[in-house]
């Protein structure tokens, strides 16, 4: 009985500097703040594909830049939206992201329907959110807490009218995806197109997940345009889109083709093979480009992803999502919480391997530099080269 | 009265449910969408588990009954319980115009029309988005107060009592159908139905009765996720959330009401659990456990349950 | 006038490609009453094989065309021996439940073997040259695919209604008990039957990957359209078959072409009508 109060006692005399131990570094724990980044993307369904660019560009940031900013410890917590048409489930995890796992800020949205949904929920719940795409005009519009650090259906369209106009086009045929961004990026093509002299002489619109194009095709063939304006939502209908034109030989035709950069996205050329020769796109990222930010982050990207992936605009996007965040730290002086965050991303300007970026500190849209490129062989390899640059465009169209 | 295993089961099944609302209070939101679900799946058990009619379409009622519910939001109706028995309705209507067609035809022909139906459906809400806002959705409606006294918290705790009061609802309301001479008659068509003719029961007319049931249950479903989510698009009218709810029923052993239920519970939890874990193991793991489901276990998680009755089930 | 029949002639194409697609499981349905969602998968198969092989290994593409045909149908034999075999005696439902689980599982094996993205098929540079027919400028491998399909129409059709194998089938079909009476091997005449199914399914994968892509959504992309070909051209019937997967792919083409806002609409109302009014299919199985 003895022995073992001796034991006893013993134990608690060892117990007590371990608790006091544990107690001191559970406090300086809790003087290292954090903050957690609720990230919703799609990452299974069609657009996987997509979804994996903008993660990849995260974490390429976090490895390339450390997990701090201003003393804050900055976590993912990432989450799969599945893609769009599945509003209420991006609605869903966002509130979840926001109350089981205490984000503090969003980061994500892929498509403009999802983060429409999920506009009333962040306002409600008054967190910010960072858009990694979502190029929709009225996004930003819908709550305050949205900014937008990718790029506007207005940027992609605007520039290719001006292009257009710049080089002597007078006519164009508008085939675009049947869906808000489709339409919307037709009406800014159209408007500036025909503010610079030029004229739209017909259009349709084609189902968003159609892969046959050839009657549409068949028609623009007969409208005989100049130029043929198209856009389609990216992966596997992009290309089939791209194969067809090669197929009904458009550039025999005479018609050029000007298309919005995601469709033929860097990432999916070698699927394209030569049926991107000579295709004049607009995007606000281009893997040749020669800053030094650049160069490390495709560097960088190829040590993390391998040598023969080449680095999408996507993944720029999410990298630049990240980097909005830790300069918003920095700008805010450590602060996490939702206002000062929202405050200190409103005219926050950062270095990306686009060039140099910055928040509009009114809208909340991104302003870039938008890159004009023409499909051409280089190195044996189908690529986008840039021709021209309409600097320091804004998110919204005049 | 007495008290059926079924009815016994569900006031078990409504206790945990109450009790998670305490200690779970960040999973409410999912828990709302299995409720939901459940009650999606005990409308396509009504028509396949009881009234024997093999449908790869059923989510067409539950779409309907959603953009319902977000049209009379926009257009000023926007108290949830009105709404929601207005899309009832709007369901029901639809369910009776296509009774016409699905009622006839032998099993695969009936299949492949509620396919087609499905598709169907889904590509005239896409052209029409002038009403649907088509492949984007409808994410601006308003959705007021429950009875002008309970607004939907973003927390979701108003949505958790609405979503669950319904689906108590919807169970003993489907206890009842099914124990009535109704339900046997269903029963009694589902299992042979050429006898069914020869004692002379009204069998196209029975079956129409269960097809429009079924379809209004489903549309009050569909309701509920719009008034909860706030926003309503294609894909709730889309093949997966129809094959969604064969699967439940078949997991959940076609027919019994509280396995139907589980299922949509164990269902809907793991995917999302698993797919927040890794997508493409829970298609994987999904696919393997439905090939695996005609093997063992064949009457679902009902199969559990006839070890504790005594009952009379086939 | 020529751009009208351009778009027809296209269909024609497209059709010629469903057909391909859907042969296999005109044969697994009808004549073997299985109802078999999981066709797609097969035809994701075929499609792999052919873009692993042409990018991969450089593999000339008429070889791979055989290849993929063959290794998709033994991948087939050993499914059906291993699976599916068991289930041809289930109920519809089981059969329903147990094939679109196979189709999610074999989409979820190409994502985690291949990933989610959209799978390159560079075409010869021979397929890939305008050709003019009756004065229409046409890609050579739309004409290809016409060939094609005509080509294993005519196969298909002389193996099951001309050869004795045929015969045991069908015989094998309507009469089990009976057949094996007289000495047909049944499990074996099953095995076979359902590999050129899936084989005949691997072909047209591989044909489609150069028209349509590929990703692991495949196999349910297209099970819709399949189904329907098989359902109106009547489950069993290879002519129903052809004829109704021409029917779809010209109506749609045209449809798209003359009037796009109702475009995707038309071919489910067709179905839906087709169902109601010839619920057993445009023609009988051929047997």
């Known amino acids: ?398 | 009265m007495r008290v059926t295993p079924e009815a016994g089961i569900g006031v078990v099944l409504l206790v945990a449910a109450v009790a998670a609302f305490f200690l779970f209070p960040g999973y409410l939101a999912l828990l709302s969408t299995i409720f939901i679900l459940a009650i999606f799946a005990l409308s396509y058990d009504l028509l396949q588990g009881h009234a024997g009619v093999v449908s790869l379409g059923h989510a067409v009622f539950f779409g309907i009954g959603a953009y319902a519910s977000a049209l009379l939001g926009r257009h000023g109706i926007a108290e949830p319980i009105v709404c929601l028995l207005l899309s009832t309705l709007a369901s029901a209507l639809v369910a009776g115009v296509l009774t016409r067609i699905v009622v006839v035809g032998n099993d695969l022909t009936r299949l492949l029309v509620t396919l087609g139906v499905g598709f169907l459906f889904f590509e005239a809400a896409n052209q029409a988005n002038w009403l649907t806002g088509g492949a984007d959705g409808m994410p601006d409606f308003e959705v007021a107060p429950i009875l002008g006294l309970f607004p939907f918290d973003f927390l979701g705790r108003t949505a958790y009592f609405y979503t669950l009061a319904v689906l108590v609802l919807v169970y003993a309301a489907m206890l009842r159908i099914t124990r009535s001479a109704f339900g046997l008659a269903l029963r009694g068509i589902r299992e042979n139905t050429m006898r069914m003719h020869a004692i002379g029961a009204p069998v196209s007319r029975h079956l129409a009765l269960a097809y429009i049931m079924a379809g209004a249950c489903a549309g009050a479903a569909g309701a509920l996720l719009a008034q909860t989510s706030r926003f309503v698009s294609l894909d709730m009218l889309g093949f997966e959330r129809s094959a969604d709810v064969v699967v439940i029923t078949a997991l959940g052993g076609t027919g019994s009401i509280p396995g139907v239920v589980l299922a949509a519970a164990v269902f809907g939890y793991l995917k999302d659990a698993l797919s927040s874990f890794s997508p493409k193991y829970w298609q994987l793991g999904i696919g393997l456990v439905l090939m695996a489901s005609v093997f063992v276990l064949r009457q679902g998680l009902a199969g559990l349950f006839n070890v504790f009755r005594t009952g009379d089930r086939e | 006038m020529a751009g009208l029949l351009t778009v027809v002639f296209d269909g024609v194409a497209y059709g010629m490609l469903l057909f391909l697609f859907s042969v296999g499981l005109s044969v697994t349905l009808g004549l073997m009453r299985f109802i078999n969602l999981a066709h797609g998968a097969f035809g994701m198969v075929g499609g792999y094989v052919a873009v692993t092989l042409l990018n991969g290994f450089g593999v000339p593409f008429l070889l791979i065309l055989p290849i993929a045909f063959i290794l998709t149908g033994l991948f087939g034999a050993a499914a059906e021996k291993a699976m599916i075999r068991h289930v041809y005696r289930m109920p519809e439902l089981q059969q329903v439940l147990f094939s679109i689980g196979f189709a999610f599982a074999a989409g979820a094996v190409a994502n985690i073997l291949f990933g989610p993205q959209q799978q390159p098929m560079i075409l010869p540079s021979w397929l890939t040259v305008q050709v003019s027919v009756l004065g229409l400028d046409v890609t050579a491998y739309r004409l290809f695919l016409i060939g094609s399909g005509l080509l294993v129409g005519l196969l298909v059709i002389g193996l099951f209604n001309y050869t004795l194998y045929g015969a045991k089938v069908r015989a094998a079909v309507d009469l089990r008990r009976t057949a094996e009476g007289i000495g047909i091997n049944v499990d074996r005449l099953f095995l076979v039957t359902f590999s050129l199914g899936a084989a005949f399914a691997g072909l047209g994968g591989a044909l489609a990957v150069g028209f349509l892509g590929l990703d692991p959504t495949f196999p349910l992309k297209y099970l819709v359209i399949v189904l329907m070909v098989v359902a109106i051209g009547g489950p069993g019937s290879i002519v129903g078959s052809f004829l109704a997967a021409l029917g779809l792919g010209v109506t749609d083409a045209l449809f798209k072409y003359l009037v796009p806002e109702v475009g995707g609409f038309v071919i489910y109302a067709l179905l839906v009508i087709m169902m109601v009014f010839f619920p057993k299919g445009i023609m009988e199985r051929s047997a």
């Open chain 1, 1 to 398: 009985m003895n022995g073992s109060w001796n034991t006893t006692r013993r134990a608690l005399i060892a117990a007590i500097p371990a608790a006091a131990l544990l107690l001191s570094a559970g406090s300086a724990l809790a003087q290292q703040k954090t903050l957690t980044v609720g990230v919703v993307l799609p990452l299974s369904g069609v657009f996987a594909d997509q979804g994996r660019h903008y993660e990849d560009g995260m974490k390429l940031f976090q490895k390339m830049h450390g997990t701090e900013s201003a003393g804050v410890k900055v976590n993912m917590v990432v989450r799969d939206d599945q893609g769009p048409g599945s509003g209420d489930l991006a609605r869903r995890l966002t509130q979840e992201l926001i109350v089981r796992d205490k984000a503090d800020i969003i980061l994500g949205y892929s498509f403009t329907p999802t983060a429409m949904s999920v506009a009333t929920l962040l306002t409600e719940a008054k967190k910010p959110a960072v858009l990694v795409n979502a190029t929709g005009a009225v996004v930003p519009t819908r709550s305050e807490y949205f900014v937008r650090a990718s790029v506007t259906s207005a940027q992609l369209a605007v520039s290719l009218a001006k292009w257009a106009v710049d080089n002597n086009i007078k006519t164009v045929y508008t085939l675009v995806a049947d869906f808000a961004p489709g339409i919307e990026i037709e009406t800014f093509f159209k408007k500036a197109f025909e503010a610079g002299g030029g004229k739209v002489i017909g259009g349709a619109r084609t189902p968003v997940s159609a892969t046959d194009y050839s009657p549409f095709l068949q028609r623009v063939l007969e409208a005989k345009p100049e130029a043929l304006f198209a856009f389609n939502p990216g992966g596997d209908v992009s290309v089939a889109f791209m194969k067809q034109t090669k197929e009904r030989n458009l550039a025999k035709a005479g018609i050029k083709l000007l298309v919005t950069g995601d469709v033929v996205d860097d990432s999916q050329l070698p699927a394209m093979g030569d049926a991107v020769d000579g295709v004049i796109s607009s995007l606000n990222y281009q893997p040749d480009l020669d800053n030094p930010l650049n160069v490390q982050f495709v560097k960088a990207f190829h040590e993390m992803m391998g040598p023969n992936v080449s680095p999408s605009y996507r993944a720029v996007m999410g990298y630049d999502g990240m980097g909005f965040i830790y300069e918003a730290l920095k700008r805010s002086g450590g602060k996490t919480d939702a206002d000062s965050l929202l405050a200190a991303l409103k005219g926050a300007k950062i270095d990306s391997p686009r060039g140099t970026i910055s928040i509009d500190a009114q809208t909340r849209d991104i302003t870039q530099d938008i890159y004009i490129r023409r499909g051409q062989m280089k190195d044996g390899k189908w690529v986008n080269s840039a021709i021209k640059t309409y600097p320091a465009m804004k998110g919204a169209a005049d």
